[in-house]
């Protein structure tokens, strides 16, 4: 089975300080994603990555950054982290070639971060 | 951009009796994934269909799509306290970008 490491289960930081949520696969996958989910909100796409130094904006990338140096680990950086920012953040990744059922995000078990 | 809707947003049911959770895409689906979630924990995958008219079961979960890919139903068969949790449908986009979710349904199984 694939599995989604996420370093952190629960974080809590004061408000202006840097926040690295790390996230490894161990299945080779090229596609990587973070979301962040909130009450009455559901999950929202923050970042993506096709493939290693590879990134692109989801529907909410502000205040947000990535990092893709290896295949394997898809890192999610707040610059300066802002109350707002209190959130559970979730990693998947993703097999990207056409065979059926190859598309299936697999979940990461989730960082919870709570911004002081 | 797609969005999906579920319904309803939360449900309590009584332990052995079925139940149904709905999900309505405003666009037709590429694929139509179901998640489950424990509290505070991550997704994990249930099913997912692809054709119109698809229908998939696993133990007492039965998933279905209709012919025209813009709704799918989640029923599950005699409820036990194990089927509690928060159940997502996420629609594919029709590209790498992952999927797009549903803000999900919260299941209750009461004894």
């Known amino acids: 089975d694939v599995k989604v490491t996420q370093s952190s289960r629960y974080l809590v930081k004061r408000t202006g300080e840097k926040v690295f949520l790390e996230c490894v696969q161990d299945?080779?996958?090229?596609?990587m994603f973070w979301y962040r989910q909130d009450p009455g909100l559901g999950l929202r796409l923050i970042y993506f990555?096709?493939?290693?130094?590879?990134?692109e904006k989801g529907d909410i990338p502000e205040g947000y950054s990535v990092s893709r140096e290896k295949k394997e680990r898809f890192s999610l950086i707040l610059e300066s982290a802002s109350t707002n920012q209190t959130s559970m953040y979730l990693c998947?990744?993703?097999?990207?070639?056409?065979?059926?059922?190859?598309?299936?995000?697999?979940f990461g078990a989730g960082s919870r971060l709570t911004v002081l | 951009s797609q969005e999906l809707e579920q319904s309803p947003q939360s449900l309590i049911v009584q332990e052995g009796k079925n139940l149904t959770i709905n999900c309505t895409s405003s666009?037709?689906?590429?694929?139509l994934y179901w998640y489950k979630q424990k509290y505070g924990e991550g997704l994990i995958f249930l099913m997912m269909?692809?054709?119109?008219?698809e229908e998939k079961s696993h133990e007492k979960i039965t998933a279905k799509l209709d012919e025209k890919k813009q709704q799918s139903s989640l029923h599950i068969t005699a409820s036990q306290p194990s089927h509690a949790g928060i159940y997502l449908c996420?629609?594919?986009?029709?590209?790498?970008?992952?999927?797009?979710f549903g803000k999900g349904t919260h299941l209750i199984i009461q004894p």
């Open positions: 998947a990744s993703r097999y990207s070639g056409f065979v059926a059922g190859a598309n299936v995000l697999t």
């Open positions: 299945m080779d996958h090229e596609n």
């Open positions: 996420g629609g594919s986009r029709g590209g790498a970008d992952g999927l797009t």
């Open positions: 269909l692809q054709k119109g008219g």
């Open positions: 990555s096709y493939d290693v130094k590879m990134k």
């Open positions: 666009k037709t689906l590429y694929g």
